[in-house]
């Protein structure tokens, strides 16, 4: 069975501090990667994702997410955090074959909050 | 460009009765889900609809009915509602990756 873990429920940084986004997953076959963001009173916006190729990849706003094939991981990391990112972060993973192809598959949050 | 649009936005019902919410989405997406999030438990699907015509049960599809209308359109139904199926509910679409969400609609049942 695939499972998505993050590790922190809630991060607590101040401005101008680096943050990490900690996300594990299990899954018997390969596996599409997601994070996704959600503001206060807002449904979710697509942050990033590793479909293939390069195992590093960015956000326009600073975010980036690395694949760890060997660690099932998918980190989410900004070297220096806004007042405005505050918000839940999701990760989340969709599996390549299956009965279930295209469903994804969801951690249970990170809330980050950033304080001045 | 609207993407995922879901109505209403809010709702407070009382235990036993029945209501649909409704999803749309404009990107001509073949795949319509549905999910419920809830404090610390993340999303969870309910129904999904692989393709207009087809339905399938996700994780917690227990108390609720979908309808796939045609491709835009895809429903969910709580018949007789319940105080555990208070939750923020999202539909989303995709044809590939990644899924597209609505702003959610939050429900509340007393």
């Known amino acids: 069975a695939q499972s998505v873990t993050q590790l922190d429920s809630q991060v607590p940084v101040f401005e101008e501090a680096p943050v990490e986004l900690r996300c594990n997953y299990s899954s018997s076959v390969s596996v599409y990667l997601f994070w996704y963001v959600q503001y206060p009173n807002q449904g979710l916006q697509l942050l990033l994702k590793y479909l293939s190729g390069s195992t590093l990849v960015e956000s326009i706003n600073g975010f980036e997410a690395e694949f760890n094939k060997s660690q099932t991981s998918f980190h989410l990391r900004k070297p220096s955090v806004h007042i405005s990112d505050t918000a839940e972060y999701f990760c989340?993973?969709?599996?390549?074959?299956?009965?279930?192809?295209?469903?994804?598959?969801f951690g249970r949050g990170t809330q980050l909050t950033v304080w001045p | 460009n609207a993407g995922v649009t879901q109505t209403p936005k809010f709702q407070v019902l009382k235990t036993g009765q029945s209501m649909t919410l409704q999803c749309a989405q404009d990107m001509n997406h073949n795949s319509m889900y549905w999910y419920r999030q809830d404090p610390g438990m993340g999303l969870r699907l309910i129904y999904y609809s692989a393709s207009e015509g087809t339905t399938d049960k996700g994780e917690v599809p227990n108390g609720y009915n979908v309808s796939r209308l045609n491709k835009r359109e895809f429903s969910l139904r709580l018949e007789s509602a319940a105080p555990s199926q208070t939750s923020v509910y999202f539909c989303?679409?995709?044809?590939?990756?990644?899924?597209?969400f609505g702003d959610g609609t939050r429900l509340s049942i007393l």
């Open positions: 989303a679409s995709r044809e590939s990756q990644p899924q597209h």
């Open positions: 989340a993973v969709s599996l390549l074959r299956g009965s279930t192809l295209g469903r994804l598959y």
